[in-house]
């Protein structure tokens, strides 16, 4: 298991197709997920869990964040999907549709009870805690910071939409307000906020305006619905050359009104300030994490 | 542990396997499989199928396999499936740990 993965994409692949499985590990994405809940017909759990064991287990693609989305917390499923998913050791375990803080610690102390079992490093499998709900938007601070292992929270807008009785649409207004309480929690908490799917593989242009929105927001990361998405969505994340060159300008100057020892730095007739200094770091820090060399050397 | 009844698991698609597990009546392990690449990967296939049955000590059993391409960890997962069927069993993970073998 990886830290500080890149976790700016993630596709989901079902766990009833080896071809599918296969295929995923060469598409760019950051995060593959193998899916044992809504791509797995009822009858076919239990080959999905053979399946994604071993699949994680002896033929784990290199280089990739792996999750293993288990069935819902109330679902029958759930038990056997921690025993399998847990001795498959991926980076983590996505939970769907958690609504409260103490279905996390359940599910921790499963876990750990697993790991104790197998010999297993304990807390060495993270959650990411997909959000899909009213109530999991109104909880989702105490969510983010229910258990040491929940390191991303995720939102599903159409489950979300569902249950608020609300219209799903394109420009998304409707889960503005949910993006941003889970962005905030998620901020509170120091954890990956990731961002709905965008549901229209035939719409390029769609997908570039709801980028902009994730982007715009402060998203860290998005679920891609297909992998014709992931390209668009990695670059979303990626800042381009002319925004890292901007970060440099921002901290050199910082730098050299230090060195100069004057009270107010100025960058283009306009004050260089504190939250300008932690966007010029961000967007640095998000191109070395992307593997871009900044300023002929990895800051 | 004895098949009680006939059961399959996997699929023909592509990089996968089908498996139809039978009681044999008659005893012992037969293994009929058709593969495409049976000259080259049949021994490495047969020998998969026959670890799995052996993890869970099943000794008489006819196998029926329809290979299209899988690797092996999908042979193992479709193996372990369709014993667990046969023999209506749940399986029990901690055979999987390092101390439980």
């Keep these: ?299 | 542990m004895e098949l009680k009844k006939p059961a399959m698991a996997g699929t023909t698609e592509s990089s996968d396997v089908m498996i139809t597990l039978r009681p044999n009546p008659e005893g012992g392990i037969v293994i009929d499989l058709k593969s495409d690449v049976k000259a080259l990967f049949g021994d490495a296939i047969e020998k998969t199928i026959r670890e799995v049955l052996g993890d869970f000590d099943v000794r008489d059993a006819l196998v029926n396999v329809v290979d299209k391409g899988a690797l092996d960890f999908v042979i193992r997962a479709r193996m372990q499936c369709a014993i667990c069927r046969a023999a209506e069993i749940e399986y029990d993970w901690s055979r999987e740990d390092e101390n439980g073998k």
Aim: aromatic letters at 6%.
């Design chain 1, 1 to 299: 298991m990886e830290n500080n993965h890149l976790m700016r994409t993630s596709l989901y692949a079902g766990g009833t197709s080896p071809v599918k499985m296969i295929q995923a590990g060469f598409y760019n994405e950051d995060c593959l997920v193998y899916d044992l809940e809504d791509s797995v017909s009822a009858g076919e759990k239990d080959a999905a869990r053979f399946l994604v064991y071993n699949a994680v287990k002896y033929q784990r693609p290199a280089g990739k964040y792996i999750l293993i989305r288990v069935n819902g917390i109330y679902s029958r499923e759930l038990d056997e999907d921690l025993e399998a998913a847990v001795r498959a050791q991926p980076d983590a375990i996505r939970i769907p549709k958690v609504e409260y803080a103490e279905e996390v610690q359940r599910i921790d102390e499963k876990v750990t009870a697993i790991e104790k079992k197998a010999g297993l490093p304990l807390g060495g499998v993270k959650f990411w805690c997909n959000i899909e709900s009213y109530l999991g938007v109104l909880n989702a601070q105490q969510i983010a910071t229910s258990s040491p292992r929940v390191v991303a929270m995720a939102l599903g807008a159409e489950d979300f939409t569902a249950s608020m009785s609300a219209q799903r649409t394109k420009p998304g207004w409707e889960i503005f307000y949910a993006r941003n309480a889970i962005l905030m929690a998620c901020r509170a908490a120091g954890i990956s906020a990731q961002d709905a799917v965008f549901s229209d593989i035939n719409d390029p242009d769609g997908l570039q305006k709801d980028l902009e929105m994730t982007r715009t927001l402060g998203f860290d990361g998005k679920t891609c619905v297909h992998p014709r998405q992931i390209d668009a969505v990695n670059a979303c994340f990626t800042p381009s050359p002319k925004e890292i060159r901007n970060a440099q300008r921002v901290l050199e100057a910082l730098e050299e009104a230090a060195r100069n020892h004057t009270g107010v730095c100025v960058l283009d007739g306009g004050m260089v300030d504190k939250p300008m200094e932690i966007r010029a770091k961000t967007t640095l820090a998000k191109a070395v994490a992307a593997g871009i060399k900044v300023g002929g050397e990895q800051r």
